[in-house]
């Protein structure tokens, strides 16, 4: 593969990551939910689900619609993709940043592990899974366990 191509390649990979970011900000889960394969897996320390379907109905139930004093911004940083062909292996570091009383509070960081994969459609998740390595007040719709 040339350097144009994995240049390019790299560069729809982090945009994948960005739209993963907008939508779910934007409540658009099933536009978010097309962003994995068929049997595409989202994996989470508050629950997993595997296919579009599967993983739109499970944020439906886990993430608050936006509204005042629930607003919430994730952010992708430190992105390191290691490109396989049609396949890659991505680690990436994340932050939440939601509503609260007293301004903006950190929810959750962590580490996103993801395997993607080049579709007809463009590259999808075949794999995301979550390490929530610093949890705050996430405002999702947990119940304590």
């Not at 897996?41 to 689900?49: D, F, H, L, V, Y």
């Not at 570091?93 to 007293?102: G, I, M, P, Q, Y």
């Not at 950190?106 to 929530?132: C, M, N, P, Q």
Request: charged residues 30%; contains cysteine.
């Amino acid at each position: 593969m040339n350097d144009l191509n994995t240049l390019a390649d790299k560069d729809a990979i982090r945009e994948l990551l960005a739209r993963y970011c907008f939508l779910l900000d934007g409540f658009r889960l099933g536009e978010f939910a097309a962003l994995f394969t068929a049997d595409g897996e989202w994996i989470s320390r508050n629950s997993q689900a595997t296919g579009p379907e599967g993983i739109e109905r499970l944020l439906r139930g886990l993430v608050p619609e936006p509204a005042p004093g629930r607003r919430r911004k994730h952010f992708t940083a430190n992105i390191v993709i290691e490109l396989a062909g049609d396949s890659a292996k991505v680690v990436s570091n994340f932050l939440v940043v939601r509503d609260s009383e007293t301004g903006p509070a950190i929810a959750v960081a962590g580490t996103y592990d993801d395997t993607v994969v080049r579709t007809k459609e463009g590259w999808k998740f075949k794999s995301r899974r979550l390490s929530h390595d610093i949890a705050g007040e996430s405002g999702l719709n947990v119940k304590p366990g």
